[in-house]
């Protein structure tokens, strides 16, 4: 799964779960300046400053999931230069995004 397949997965995923149910790794903030220019590379303004206020937020390593930075992250998944984990409450399971355009979805035995 991949693109939109993979962000409609993931909404699908959060709004099961509920707003305070999802989250999202956050190593954006704790990237270098040559790591950092190849994400900011991809990104377009308005993405750039999402990022850029989560970050002046003093938030921490997991960040609660919004469908904004479902989309910033699918894209930048998409261009293998920032892979994100994303934790899903609700639906007891996590996904990875991975090389290759793919994401590695761990669930709870049922």
Do not use: H
């Not at 704790?30 to 990022?51: I, Q, T």
């Not at 261009?79 to 996904?95: D, H």
Request: some cysteine; hydrophobic content about 40%.
């Amino acid at each position: 799964m991949a693109g939109l397949e993979a962000e409609a997965f993931l909404v699908s995923l959060r709004d099961d779960s509920g707003e305070d149910g999802a989250y999202a790794d956050f190593y954006y903030g704790r990237l270098g300046v040559e790591s950092g220019a190849v994400v900011d590379g991809v990104l377009d303004e308005n993405e750039w400053r999402y990022l850029r206020g989560l970050e002046g937020e003093g938030k921490g390593l997991f960040v609660p999931l919004t469908r904004e930075l479902i989309s910033i992250y699918v894209k930048l998944n998409e261009q293998e230069v920032l892979f994100s984990s994303f934790c899903f409450l609700g639906n007891r399971c996590t996904a990875w995004g991975n090389y290759n355009r793919q994401y590695i979805v761990f669930r709870d035995r049922m």
